[in-house]
């Protein structure tokens, strides 16, 4: 008993350091554009870090099974373009936005994915939970479209590339879904061809900002996204996984948008109003109930209470 129960607890602690990567994220990526460093230079230090991590692994394993046409749609949706789109959004829009409105969309358009290609028939449950969602990032984007000042304008425009971000991200993991690709794999050729294709793109620009950032800046950027965001989390959220299960396992990710409202205002001091309050609430219960948690609940309180 006392073995598992040390197992689970390692479970957890995975699950919720890979959620804590993930909430910081938009912070720390927001933190790059208002000081330094662009959407471009985001990316090209995320994937040469990364790619340079992962590059051992493809050399031994190439595509895993994959053709060239399926592994460049998976970079597509969780590779540069991904990247690129969410930075530019957060150099628009505040980064409890991002954590917000990017996990929200990933689930409603995985949601609305699995059930036009793969067939899904959600239950009810996860509908509540997708209209919950729904409502949150509507809830989230009112001031913005209710309000003509400059920077709140340009905080919907960013909202619109969050959306477009989570669309990408919900055809990466409905993609590898498709494809059966493990998620390190995954990890794996997104950054490694991302590299490839991106980085010697971005050496060739004229307009960089990496040589006018400073070294803690930069050591910052490379540590926190090429080797957190792009293989920590990842690894830490698989393990969590075969630990817990991928339903329980999931609820971490619900953690997400709510560190990056909180990380948000102490970072940034990004004071989210009424509405975007109102508006986290409603996605993180839309995640928490899509997943099945309150159910989950509910059935170990009968439990105990039979036993």
């Not at 919720?16 to 230079?41: E, F, M, N």
């Not at 340079?52 to 493809?58: A, Q």
């Not at 793109?201 to 900002?209: C, E, P, Q, R």
């Not at 075969?242 to 339903?247: E, K, Q, R, T, V």
Request: glycine share 12%; net charge neutral.
């Amino acid at each position: 008993m006392t073995v598992e129960r040390a197992r689970i607890g390692q479970g957890i602690a995975m699950g919720v350091l890979a959620a804590l990567i993930w909430g910081v994220w938009p912070v720390i990526s927001r933190l790059g554009v208002q000081q330094t460093l662009t959407a471009y230079d985001v990316a090209a230090i995320r994937f040469a870090v990364a790619g340079m991590i992962f590059l051992p692994w493809i050399i031994r394993s190439g595509l895993g099974g994959l053709t060239w046409k399926q592994a460049l749609i998976l970079t597509t949706g969780a590779g540069a373009p991904y990247v690129l789109i969410s930075v530019g959004g957060l150099t628009l829009a505040p980064a409890s936005h991002g954590g917000v409105i990017i996990s929200g969309c990933t689930f409603l358009f995985s949601t609305l994915g699995s059930i036009l290609l793969l067939g899904d028939r959600p239950s009810s449950q996860r509908w509540a939970g997708f209209a919950l969602i729904l409502l949150g990032i509507l809830s989230i984007g009112y001031r913005s479209i209710t309000t003509s000042s400059d920077s709140l304008s340009e905080a919907w425009a960013g909202d619109l590339l969050f959306i477009l971000s989570g669309f990408l991200w919900a055809s990466y993991t409905l993609n590898s879904k498709r494809f059966n690709v493990s998620p390190v794999m995954g990890a794996a050729i997104v950054s490694v061809l991302s590299m490839v294709f991106y980085v010697p793109g971005y050496l060739a620009m004229s307009d960089t900002h990496i040589m006018e950032a400073g070294w803690q800046e930069l050591l910052l950027q490379g540590v926190f996204q090429g080797v957190l965001a792009a293989a920590v989390a990842l690894v830490c959220y698989t393990k969590s996984i075969s630990i817990l299960g991928a339903g329980q396992a999931a609820i971490f990710v619900s953690l997400a948008p709510g560190l990056a409202v909180v990380f948000g205002d102490w970072v940034l001091h990004e004071t989210p109003s009424q509405a975007e309050y109102a508006g986290v609430t409603f996605v993180i219960l839309g995640l928490l109930t899509s997943l099945g948690i309150f159910k989950w609940r509910k059935a170990a309180k009968a439990a105990l209470a039979d036993s």
